[in-house]
């Protein structure tokens, strides 16, 4: 198994830019606190990112990687409803922090798209790799394209929503409770 000290410095980098970004945002994060997670001296963080920016595009393109290779996972189901159910189940092997910090991509989605820059731009298309793979299982499942289009932004929305109000709430309770609804509702489809 790698090691954190094993990998490289520049993935070693995004990977705790990644950390604290989801734990305190991308304007609270400075190039010193993520050389200082990822073990790696301040001056080497500039030889792999020559500006903050350029290390969130990186922390974007990891978090889309990571989305692919899950939905990756997933086609091993025959069953498109079934790929769905996993898709909201797999919020519950991450519960504690999505009740503490919210959504990962939703919270850095968010903040990023209060800027007027390229990294808003990229940051929306995080939430286009969730739509376009919930809306092809939609179509999968039977449904014409408006109706897939619509059912995968009900449920990315909802998904969202539930993941907000239990983190505002801090409530394990209430992501358990909405997360057996929504795994009810794909059933149903």
């Known amino acids: ?5 094993n990998t490289s410095k520049r993935d070693r980098l995004v990977e705790a830019a990644k950390v604290l ?4 945002g991308v304007a609270r994060s400075t190039l010193a606190d993520i050389a200082q997670e990822a073990n790696v001296p301040l001056g080497n963080v500039y030889y792999h990112f020559r500006t903050k920016e350029s290390i969130v595009e990186a922390v974007l393109q990891a978090h889309t990687q990571e989305l692919g ?8 189901y025959p069953d498109p409803r079934q790929r769905l159910c996993e898709f909201v189940a797999q919020s519950r ?17 968010q903040e990023l ?6 990294r808003a731009f990229i940051a929306s298309q995080l939430f286009q790799v969730y739509l376009d793979w919930v809306e092809t299982q939609m179509h999968l499942l039977g449904k014409d394209e408006q ?9 990315i ?11 505002n709430a801090r409530s394990p309770e209430l992501l358990d409770r909405k997360l057996q609804r929504l795994e009810q509702w794909v059933r149903t489809l």
């Open 1 to 5: 198994m790698t090691t954190r000290l």
């Open 21 to 24: 970004f989801y734990h305190q």
């Open 69 to 76: 290779e899950l939905f990756a996972a997933w086609e091993r």
């Open 93 to 109: 092997a991450v519960e504690d922090n999505l009740v503490r910090y919210g959504c990962p991509h939703g919270s850095l989605c």
């Open 113 to 118: 798209d209060k800027g007027d820059d390229q």
């Open 147 to 155: 109706e897939a289009n619509d059912l995968a932004v009900d449920l």
């Open 157 to 167: 929305s909802s998904l969202q929503g539930t993941f907000l109000l239990a983190n």
